[in-house]
């Protein structure tokens, strides 16, 4: 299984942009997804995590009240909306399910000031 990323780009601070990411020959319709990004040189850190029935969501202090985490389990699909970004959102995305070791293979977002 595979989890194939799309979404993400280049754009001014305040934009929006959303992410999408697919899980490819498996599901995550009833997983723990979460959603990571890694500044450069960093540690990869959580942003968002959605538990296994979509009841409970985290964010991260950074991101609260800005970014949201859903799913479309008809679509297969794990989302990442991301409003009001800040040119400290700058980073490679990553999302995770909890039922498959390989991670997304990353999308880079960058938000100019």
């Known amino acids: 299984v595979h989890l194939v990323q799309s979404g993400g780009g280049l754009v001014q601070a305040g934009a929006s942009l959303r992410l999408y990411c697919a899980a490819s020959g498996g599901s995550v319709s009833m997983s723990v997804v979460n959603w990571y990004r890694q500044f450069r040189e960093k540690e990869r850190e959580p942003v968002a995590r959605m538990s296994r029935d979509g009841s409970t969501i985290i964010y991260a202090d950074a991101v609260q009240g800005r970014f949201t985490i859903s799913r479309d389990n008809a679509k297969n699909v794990v989302y990442l909306q991301m409003d009001n970004l800040k040119p400290e959102d700058t980073a490679v995305y990553y999302c995770?399910?909890?039922?498959?070791?390989?991670w997304g293979q990353g999308t880079q977002v960058t938000v100019s000031s």
């Open positions: 995770k399910s909890e039922l498959y070791s390989d």
